[in-house]
């Protein structure tokens, strides 16, 4: 069995559980600040994925979300956030995904990203493109910045948000729209298929970016920071975006 194929055997499975049991939301807590909900659903959609894994590879590393005592590694591992978009999934809203990746030893292997309750399924596997379902996508051609429509999010840490404000007015003034989906991997699956022709945001988690990172590479898409460095996931600040709108974005970014 590939891992590919378990990625997405336990993406789907542990979605259709989410999906199911939306109303069997208990054991509410707060990672942190009120801003960072975590519930039974986040652990048992974890457990499914984690235990799915080490049925068919015993030996591999899983970095996920809900671990205790998370493992220090960067490479050769598994990186999972079970349920991306936890505020919304608590608000019963549908805009919620299972994100499960893989690193390798020098580079992400694969992605995907499942959204149970809008049935998309993304994926993507190292320098194999990237799929949305059966059809493969590709990044939006828009080269026009003041026409793009681009995406953001609001970190947890009340002090990031404080110094996010000025930036957000920034491009909101100069691109056609701003969206907030509240699933950064979804996000990014939207700048993969050109429902979004950008995605940016701070101090995430790799977890967050892993799988959406490699579907939007595999799409097209240009990834940095968004101070126009080489992207690390572990440090969470990430850029992706069409390639004619990147400069100028930049540019816009980097003004405040
Ligand atoms: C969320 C991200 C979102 C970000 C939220 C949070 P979670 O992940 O997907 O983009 O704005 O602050 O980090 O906590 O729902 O897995």
């Known amino acids: 069995m590939k891992r590919m194929e378990i990625a997405i055997r336990a993406a789907k ?51 996920a979300e809900e671990e205790i005592g998370k493992n220090k590694s960067n490479k050769n591992m598994w990186i999972i956030d079970p349920l991306d978009g936890t505020v919304n999934y608590i608000h019963r809203s549908s805009i919620y995904t299972v994100s499960i990746a893989y690193m390798g030893e020098k580079a992400l292997e694969l992605g995907v990203v499942f959204a149970p309750e809008l049935n998309e399924l993304f994926y993507a596997k190292n320098k194999e493109g990237a799929y949305l379902n ?14 793009a429509l681009v995406e953001t999010g609001f970190s ?8 996010f404000i000025p930036i957000f007015s920034e491009i909101l003034q100069h691109v056609q729209d701003v969206r907030v989906t509240g699933s950064a991997a979804l996000e990014l699956c939207y700048v993969a298929c050109g429902r979004a022709d950008g ?31 080489k992207l690390d996931i572990f440090k969470g600040d990430i850029l992706a975006i069409a390639p ?13």
């Open 13 to 63: 499975e542990a979605g259709i559980f989410l999906k199911e049991n939306k109303d069997s939301i208990s054991g509410l807590k707060y990672k942190g600040s009120h801003t960072n909900p975590v519930t039974n659903m986040d652990v048992d959609a974890q457990k499914i994925i984690v235990n799915m894994i080490k049925i068919y590879f015993p030996s591999d590393v899983i970095l």
């Open 134 to 147: 059966e059809s493969k996508v590709h990044v939006s051609d828009k080269s026009d910045i003041s026409l």
């Open 156 to 163: 947890y840490k009340h002090r990031e948000r404080e110094k």
């Open 199 to 229: 995605y940016w945001e701070y101090s995430l988690s790799p977890w967050d970016l892993a799988a959406g990172v490699l579907i939007a590479k595999e799409a097209g898409a240009i990834i940095s920071t968004p101070s126009g460095e």
């Open 244 to 256: 004619s709108l990147y400069q100028e974005f930049i540019e816009l970014i980097n003004r405040r």
